[in-house]
């Protein structure tokens, strides 16, 4: 399988990226800067500039020959919440955009874990909007066959290699994440299903099978 | 007509509601601070707090006995972009959301010309966002007879009585947009759509009500 990661250069998409490249998948790394292109060739991926600033008209041209999109960028937690719109609200929606332009139909959306539950956006309550209408979208404004992946708060901990599914509370791995995008790659049952991820006992290629 | 203004104490609220209350319709302004109470009491409209920061099923025991809802609720150009998220676009559907818990059918929405073309997002950016996605989730996501009226760029000018509609530059007073509003609100052939409005030469009404 081909995948395009858009935020590859993100904390999750570098994982990602890794972790396809290991199992044998092709990548092609959507980057924002060309700077970045060294450190994915280096790893046997291709690399594609991906500016989310642009028009989808313009995004779907770097979507050619790839069977899915993975979207796993983020504006994170150091840019303002302008960022937050224009990044992980609106960003998302082009990318979606521009994958059903380019054809292709796999379209993998990194949410967060109570994104669609109002009553548990305790903080950070910008970024949980911003992925809650990027999420509905997704789901009623597409054609595209969608997985909408939730993880709980994310860590920077080793993989642990377990999770449960649609706890609302917990936290998880990034490592463990990259390797729930990639089972739900392999897993056809996860089109048009979204789920909340967090670390737990069942492993994760288990545990999405059976979504 | 009895109609709920949310919003009532911004710029577009407050001439809506002195309109509204000149033409003979019933009013109840929607309030933030019961401090604000007098000044909406003094002209002969009802008031009630209604928080944005709310959840629906709480802002929807405030929406009773009202045939319909006005969202001219603005966070303005004062305030950071997270309560741009949170009060025009998360604000905005939570108002839907509590009118349709109401049982209330009649919703009409302040939203911005061009803010279904991205591409002419040229300023303000992160408030186009918010706009567009609350105008998506009204047309696509409610059951509500609504119609989302877009004025171009917002003057303090007197108002001029006439518009021209659909047309995608332009300017409009804040007085013209607040009887657009109140045109659309008694002109049911509004149900259902949406439209761009700037100062132009046609009568408010006679504009309105072909649409």
Redesign the interface.
């Known amino acids: 399988m081909k995948v395009f990661v858009i935020g590859a250069h993100g904390q999750i998409g570098k994982l990602l990226v890794a972790q396809l490249l290991a199992r044998g998948d092709e990548v092609v790394a959507g980057i924002r800067d060309s700077k970045q292109s060294a450190f994915f060739e280096d790893q046997g991926a291709e690399t594609q500039l991906y500016d989310l600033n642009e ?1 989808p008209e313009e995004l779907a041209k770097s979507l050619t020959n790839v069977d899915a999109v993975v979207f796993s960028a983020g504006s994170g937690g150091k840019t ?3 960022q ?3 990044i992980d ?2 960003g998302a929606v ?1 990318s979606m955009e521009a994958t059903e332009k380019a054809g292709i139909k796999r379209f993998v959306l990194v949410s967060a874990m109570n994104a669609e539950d ?2 548990r956006w305790t903080a950070i ?2 970024y949980y ?2 992925k ?2 990027a999420d ?2 997704l789901k ?2 597409t054609s595209l066959d969608y997985t909408i992946v939730k993880p709980g708060a994310l860590t920077n901990d080793a993989g642990k290699g377990g999770v449960v599914i649609d706890q609302q509370t917990g936290k998880i791995a990034r490592e463990d994440v990259a390797e729930v995008l990639i089972s739900v790659l392999h897993n056809p049952n996860t089109i048009k299903k979204e789920f909340a991820v967090s670390t737990g006992e069942t492993p994760i290629n288990e545990a999405v099978s059976q979504l």
Chains 1, 2 share one sequence.
Request: aromatic residues 10%.
């Open positions: 028009q303002g919440d302008d937050t719109l224009l609200l609106d082009k109002r009553t309550k910008p909007v911003a809650h209408y509905l979208y009623d404004e």
